[in-house]
Structures are given as C-alpha cells and as structure tokens.
C-alpha cells in the first residue's frame, strides 16, 4: 500500500502496512465488535478521569497503576489495526472491502487515534521520571478519543436492544460526573498553582489544605465544583485570588448554562423512559374521566378499567401494530411474520402452506382483544370476518336450543361458515376468558381462497363438517 499522506514518515507508512495483514473484515454489529465497544469506553472514561486528576494532583502512581494505563495503551493501538478491518455501511450498503475501509480511516479518524496513542509519557518516565507533571501531562493526547465515547454511545441509541432512554441517561450521567471531576481537577490545580508560584495567597491556603492528603484535597475540591457548578455555592469555599476569582466566575456561568441543559434533558428523559406506559396512564384518565361524566354505570367502568390493563400487561398496546402501516410492503411483512409467529405454529391449517400463502395471511390479519363474557358472533346475523384464536377460550352454542356445541382454544378458527356459504351466523360464540384473536376480513378471506386451493379445500371440508354436523 503507498501512503501519499505521509511520505516521509517511516514509522506511519510501516504501521500502515502492517495493517494490511491477512485479518478478516468484522461486520460493526458483531457481537465482537460491541464487545470491543464496551472496552474502549471503558477505557477512554478511565482515562478522562485519571488524566487530568494526574496533572492537577500529580499522585506518585506506580504498580497497578501503570499496568491499567500499559493495558489501555496498548488496547487502543490495537483498535487502531482493528479499525483497518472494520466493515461499515454506506446508505444501507454493507462495505467490506479492505481498500475503501482503509482510505475512509485513514481520512477520518486514523491521525487522531494516532496522536490520542502517542506513548509520550512511556518515553518521559523513562528520561525524566521524577517529572510527574510533564509524564501526567503527555498523557493528554489520551482524551482525544473523547468524541469516540460520545459516537459508540450514539450507535448504541440506535442499535443495541436496551431501552435508548437508559443509554442516553447513562452517557448524561458519565458526562455530568466528568465535567464535575475535570472543574474539581482545575480548581486544584490552579489553587496549587497560587499556592506555589504565585501571590502565596490562596484557597487551598485559607482552608488549609496545601500540604494535607490527595484524598482530603480531591474530595475539597470536588465538593466545590459541584456546589459551584450547581450555583448552590455555600460560600464555604471560596476564591482568594483574582485568578481563583475569574475560574469561579467561569465555572459559575457555564454551570447556570450546563444545568439549564442538563434539568430539560433529565425531564424529558424521565418521560420518555417507558412512553408507552404514559401513554396508557393517559389513556385511562381519559376514560375514567368520560364514563364518570357520562354516569356509565360502576361495573361496565370496572370492566373497561380491566380490559385496558389487560392489553397493556399483556400486549402492551396493540395499536401500536398499525403504527407500523407506514412501512414499506417487504419491511411490514417480515415484521408481521415475527408478530404473528404464534398463531401461525399454533393454527394447524396453516402447518405446511407455503411461504407466499403464510405471507398473504399473515398481511391480511388484524388483532383484536376481547374481554370475558362478550359475543364475538351472535347467531343469525350476517358475518363479515372469520378469527383465528391466538390465546384464550371461546364458547360456541345454539342460542335457539341452548345446546353447546364446543369450546374453542388457541390455535383453532371459527365464523367461516358465513363466508364459505353465504349465509347467516350458524351459532353464537362468546369469550370464556381474556381472548387475543386475529381477524380475517371477508374480501381478504376471498382473495386467500381464490390463490389457494389447498387452503381453501380444508376450509370448506371443516365448515362442512361443522355446517353437516349442527343440521343432522
Ligand atoms: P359461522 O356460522 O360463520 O359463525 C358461527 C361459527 O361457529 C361457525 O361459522 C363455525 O365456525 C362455528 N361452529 C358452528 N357450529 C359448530 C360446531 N358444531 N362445531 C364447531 N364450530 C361450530
């Protein structure tokens, strides 16, 4: 591979090279890849708190320490080859062709993972390591991944099959915690600062806290950013220097923005979380304040309560379905398919059909859920629509001899007799429990006849089972 960007830089056009190697290309929605996703999160927050905590404190790390940073270090090199192997998609196009995923790194992001890579502070400690600002400081590269944070937490609104409400609050709360931390970190730093080079005048002084421990000084100084930040201020901590004065005043100002932001965020988040149950808490305030205007009598209110929390336990809400009517033919039948994978298991006359046959049904079925005790079908009236039974218990009866003909359950299908003959309802069928059914409409009923004969057949051989058996 040439490499036109840099071509005097021996050590870029090697890296480039290598990262040609006999690697496969990783789809960004492999499990692998999410995984690695997590790791470099984690490892960029690691280092958006440690860093600017080092050069403000400048604690002597060793051990564990520097094994963490070795570790995140060379993670993030890693990801820099990875990212050479990494598919993408272009207006919905997979792309996995090694050439264009390597121009489009190269031309993107590669100079700044680089850069955010850059082992200065490796080479600091080993000339200068006593200088632990200098080693803290080399280390700020790191935070050049920051955006990365940001960008995978957004693929993950969209992607990852978690609430994104409890994603977004997630990257709103490591952004406050952040923000927080880095104000603490400067407070510090620059009341360390005063204290050493300057006026020998400052906060850190009149608390008396210069000489005393990391710990004791972090949490001052955190204590302060938040209460600052906040506008609470309780005035316990406070500038003593004009330096001091203009950060506090900064600090005090973009907190009356950043929380203005934050409060609208948290809200609008809060609601979000489960829309759909505000939704149906909406609906059923509605209703209740309806029937009591309209003096619907206690038990039909009781009732109706009931079917509303039926749906929303077990469906959530159904109407949510025809939502999904904006969809393009080939997109809503799949998502039918999944919909309506249960029914189609569990009705035995579609066992065996073909894939167009379960395609044309499954379009042209709609849900419905009745409460207990309700007819669906009143004999001798005319019947428009057959149903399929997907969960629950129906009765069928004679309301003119009072003899019950069967109970109904899941998987099985009545009212086709009406549409296979023309004629009124032969029976009365009402609920025995809570019943989720799929609607078939006559016209629709028709078509699906017409293009399926072996369909059809089975249809009329049961109605005329059951039409034969009720008129003997
Ligand atoms: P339909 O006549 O349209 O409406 C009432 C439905 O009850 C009828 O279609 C059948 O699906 C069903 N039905 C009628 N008689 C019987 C029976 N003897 N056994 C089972 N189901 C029946």
Same mark, same amino acid.
């Given at each position: 591979?040439? *490499?036109?960007?840099?071509?005097? *830089?021996?050590?870029?056009? /090697? ?24 790791? +470099? ?7 958006? !708190?440690?860093?600017?905590?080092? +050069? ?19 993670? %993030? ?7 050479? &192997?990494?598919?993408? $998609? ?8 090694? /050439?264009?995923?390597? @121009? ?10 680089? +850069? ?36 995978? $937490? ?15 609050? *997630? @990257? ?74 203009? !950060? ?33 808490? =909406? ?43 904006? %969809? ?8 039918? %398919?999944? %919909? &309506?994978?249960?029914? +189609? ?11 167009? $046959? ?9 849900? =419905? ?29 004679? #309301? @003119? ?11 099985? !299908?009545?009212? =086709? ?17 809570? *019943? ?13 006849? #017409? ?9 009329? @051989? ?11």
């Amino acid at each position: 591979m040439k *490499c036109y960007k840099y071509p005097k *830089c021996f050590f870029i056009r /090697k890296l480039l090279r290598m990262t040609t190697l006999k690697i496969p290309i990783f789809r960004p929605d492999s499990q692998f890849i999410r995984l690695w996703e997590i790791l +470099i999160v984690s490892i960029t927050i690691y280092n958006a !708190f440690i860093v600017p905590f080092r +050069i403000s404190f400048q604690p002597n790390f060793y051990g564990t320490w520097i094994l963490l940073d070795l570790i995140g270090d060379t993670i %993030l090199i890693a990801d820099i080859f990875l990212r050479f &192997h990494l598919g993408y $998609f272009k207006y919905g196009e997979y792309i996995e062709d090694k /050439k264009k995923i390597a @121009k489009r790194y190269r031309y993107q992001l590669f100079r700044r993972h680089l +850069i955010a890579s850059f082992p200065g502070d490796l080479i600091a400690r080993i000339f200068l390591p006593n200088l632990l600002f200098i080693i803290a400081l080399l280390r700020l590269p790191r935070l050049l991944r920051l955006p990365q944070f940001f960008r995978i $937490f957004n693929r993950w609104e969209i992607n990852v099959n978690i609430n994104p409400t409890l994603i977004r609050m *997630c @990257k709103l709360i490591i952004f406050i915690a952040l923000i927080n931390h880095w104000v603490g970190c400067g407070w510090f730093l620059i009341g360390n600062l005063e204290t050493n080079f300057g006026s020998g005048d400052s906060w850190l002084i009149n608390k008396s806290l210069e000489s005393l421990d990391t710990r004791t000084q972090y949490i001052n100084s955190l204590y302060w950013a938040i209460t600052t930040l906040t506008t609470v201020g309780y005035g316990d901590i406070t500038p003593a220097t004009e330096i001091e004065i203009i !950060f506090t005043v900064m600090v005090m100002f973009s907190g009356i923005s950043m929380y203005a932001y934050i409060i609208g965020n948290v809200s609008s988040l809060i609601s979000n979380l489960d829309a759909a149950q505000a939704r149906y808490r =909406e609906k059923l305030d509605q209703i209740t304040t309806y029937m009591r205007d309209n003096k619907i009598p206690p038990i039909l209110q009781h009732k109706i309560r009931d079917y509303y929390q039926y749906r929303w336990i077990e469906n959530r809400d159904i109407r949510d379905y025809y939502i999904l009517d904006e %969809l393009p033919y080939p997109l809503k039948t799949k998502l039918a %398919l999944q %919909l &309506h994978k249960e029914v +189609i298991k569990k009705v035995p006359i579609f066992q065996g059909s073909s894939p167009q $046959f379960i395609e044309e049904i499954v379009m042209a079925l709609k849900p =419905e859920i009745l409460p207990p005790n309700e007819y669906i079908i009143r004999e001798g009236n005319l019947g428009n629509e057959m149903y399929f039974i997907k969960r629950g218990l129906v009765q069928v009866f004679s #309301e @003119k001899t009072g003899s019950i003909y069967r109970n109904m359950v899941a998987g099985t !299908f009545f009212g =086709e007799i009406a549409l296979v003959y023309e004629q009124p309802r032969t029976a009365s069928i009402i609920t025995l429990t809570y *019943c989720e059914l799929f609607v078939l409409h006559k016209e629709d009923f028709k078509k699906v006849l #017409e293009n399926y004969p072996y369909f059809a057949s089975n249809v009329r @051989k049961i109605a005329k089972e059951r039409y034969e058996g009720e008129n003997k």
